[in-house]
């Protein structure tokens, strides 16, 4: 089913043809024909899917059909994790929108920003605000955005919300809105805490769940390579140069390691960089663009690179550090290979790494050959867990004894 047999506008489906957009994915021949009908959606795929122009296509369609007169108003609000997706959800809306005769104005609501600027923005008058939740409700603790005309509610990478503390902000975004509007709910994954969000913002939602896209990793070669902790640096240089990547995504624990990495590595002569939450925004759009444009061949890059980065030509993805969550190795690699070219994931483990990877393996369906690198072999033995040791019996505070503590505590202060 080509995009003009979705309902969308001819001027709509001139600009997905000039974008070379010619036939939707699963998730889009499902989601935009029920968005059309009006209907709450809470859809399940993996990233990489096309979930951003299963919602940005119809709502941009429904839009173009209403009357607009006099200052622009607030009709629809997408929220992000990241202010890089919000920005590239941004995008999609305008390019998509190119060829309207009346284009939809849109405002990215994200920190690092001026506030002051995104505040004149919204008073201008805006037809489609596409905001992180933090910057969001510094916005409307003001007082100075109004949300009462909003038709549509989206929740892009709903789940990944849950790490930046959404659940406990619902409740003042849900009080901000009218009750009578459309909820679009996208997510990876469907904890029981993300069920429990889906329930305060629609009732009666029809699901659409992609369990089984394959056709994602498919063309992405998973490796696995056993190696020593302190070897990894040694290993990803020895492997860039031997493999010849041309543009490496290497995912990190942490912000500090991301940016000594990306020091070594241009010591040795890489054009390498980091990014992370700490840098300013326009650090980190700067960052992004040299990557794109490949000013920069290797990324250090923390989790906030996992979803929502549009980079069609990451040759290598490397897993330097293990993701916490099966679910988030699946974002990881899902950098690579888009658009149906092939990709490479390299996951480094070392003997403390076996048993979480052995739980990546079993949560993602897979099982994966281990290699070892002729002068980096993993050497060594496992380091044997110790057993706490039992407790003594009478040593433990009882519940009283820290009641009583609290109490005493409290008339201390």
């Not at 995009?3 to 499902?30: C, H």
């Given at each position: 089913m080509p995009f003009p047999n979705l309902g969308l506008s001819q001027k709509i489906n001139k600009a997905l043809d000039k974008n070379v957009?010619?036939?939707?994915?699963?998730?889009?021949?499902?989601?935009?024909?029920l968005v059309l009908e009006h209907k709450d959606i809470m859809a399940k795929a993996q990233t990489g899917s096309g979930k951003t122009a299963s919602f940005v296509l119809p709502i941009l369609q429904m839009w173009t059909n209403k009357k607009h007169e006099g200052k622009p108003k607030i009709n629809c609000l997408v929220l992000t994790p990241t202010r890089e997706l919000a920005l590239q959800v941004s995008q999609a809306f305008i390019i998509f929108s190119k060829y309207l005769p009346k284009k939809p104005k849109i405002v990215s609501i994200i920190g690092g920003k001026s506030i002051g600027e995104q505040l004149l923005d919204i008073?201008?008058?805006?037809?489609?605000?596409?905001?992180?939740?933090?910057?969001l409700l510094d916005i409307l603790k003001k007082k100075q955005m109004n949300l009462s005309n909003l038709e549509f509610l989206v929740l892009d990478e709903a789940d990944k919300m849950?790490?930046?503390?959404?659940?406990?902000?619902?409740?003042?975004?849900?009080?901000?809105?009218?009750?009578?509007?459309?909820?679009?709910?996208?997510?990876?994954?469907?904890?029981?805490?993300?069920?429990?969000?889906?329930?305060?913002?629609?009732?009666?939602?029809?699901?659409?769940?992609i369990?089984?896209?394959?056709?994602?990793?498919?063309?992405?070669?998973?490796?696995v390579i056993e190696v020593n902790k302190e070897n990894r640096s040694a290993l990803l240089r020895y492997l860039i140069k031997e493999e010849n990547w041309n543009q490496i995504l290497v995912f990190m624990a942490n912000k500090r390691s991301c940016d000594n990495l990306a020091f070594k590595f241009r010591k040795y002569g890489f054009e390498a960089e980091s990014f992370h939450g700490d840098l300013i925004q326009d650090e980190r759009n700067n960052t992004l663009e040299d990557f794109k444009s490949k000013k920069i061949k290797v990324l250090f890059a923390t989790d906030i690179a996992a979803r929502g980065l549009h980079i069609d030509n990451i040759s290598c993805v490397v897993n330097y550090d293990l993701p916490r969550s099966p679910a988030d190795y699946i974002h990881r690699i899902g950098r690579t290979g888009r658009a149906g070219k092939s990709g490479i994931s390299i996951s480094f483990i070392s003997h403390e790494d076996k048993e979480?990877?052995?739980?990546?393996e079993k949560r993602s369906d897979i099982n994966l050959k281990k290699e070892q690198i002729e002068g980096f072999e993993l050497i060594g033995t496992p380091i044997k867990k110790q057993k706490g040791s039992a407790p003594i019996k009478g040593k433990r505070k009882s519940k009283k004894d820290k009641l009583r503590e609290q109490q005493a505590l409290k008339k201390i202060r």
């Amino acid at each position: 089913m080509p995009f003009p047999n979705l309902g969308l506008s001819q001027k709509i489906n001139k600009a997905l043809d000039k974008n070379v957009y010619k036939n939707p994915t699963l998730i889009q021949k499902r989601v935009i024909p029920l968005v059309l009908e009006h209907k709450d959606i809470m859809a399940k795929a993996q990233t990489g899917s096309g979930k951003t122009a299963s919602f940005v296509l119809p709502i941009l369609q429904m839009w173009t059909n209403k009357k607009h007169e006099g200052k622009p108003k607030i009709n629809c609000l997408v929220l992000t994790p990241t202010r890089e997706l919000a920005l590239q959800v941004s995008q999609a809306f305008i390019i998509f929108s190119k060829y309207l005769p009346k284009k939809p104005k849109i405002v990215s609501i994200i920190g690092g920003k001026s506030i002051g600027e995104q505040l004149l923005d919204i008073q201008k008058g805006c037809d489609i605000v596409v905001a992180t939740t933090g910057r969001l409700l510094d916005i409307l603790k003001k007082k100075q955005m109004n949300l009462s005309n909003l038709e549509f509610l989206v929740l892009d990478e709903a789940d990944k919300m849950l790490d930046f503390g959404f659940e406990e902000e619902l409740e003042l975004l849900l009080e901000s809105l009218p009750n009578k509007r459309q909820n679009l709910l996208f997510s990876a994954t469907y904890p029981n805490k993300m069920l429990n969000i889906a329930s305060k913002i629609t009732l009666n939602p029809i699901e659409v769940f992609i369990e089984n896209e394959k056709t994602i990793v498919e063309t992405i070669n998973q490796r696995v390579i056993e190696v020593n902790k302190e070897n990894r640096s040694a290993l990803l240089r020895y492997l860039i140069k031997e493999e010849n990547w041309n543009q490496i995504l290497v995912f990190m624990a942490n912000k500090r390691s991301c940016d000594n990495l990306a020091f070594k590595f241009r010591k040795y002569g890489f054009e390498a960089e980091s990014f992370h939450g700490d840098l300013i925004q326009d650090e980190r759009n700067n960052t992004l663009e040299d990557f794109k444009s490949k000013k920069i061949k290797v990324l250090f890059a923390t989790d906030i690179a996992a979803r929502g980065l549009h980079i069609d030509n990451i040759s290598c993805v490397v897993n330097y550090d293990l993701p916490r969550s099966p679910a988030d190795y699946i974002h990881r690699i899902g950098r690579t290979g888009r658009a149906g070219k092939s990709g490479i994931s390299i996951s480094f483990i070392s003997h403390e790494d076996k048993e979480l990877f052995a739980l990546i393996e079993k949560r993602s369906d897979i099982n994966l050959k281990k290699e070892q690198i002729e002068g980096f072999e993993l050497i060594g033995t496992p380091i044997k867990k110790q057993k706490g040791s039992a407790p003594i019996k009478g040593k433990r505070k009882s519940k009283k004894d820290k009641l009583r503590e609290q109490q005493a505590l409290k008339k201390i202060r």
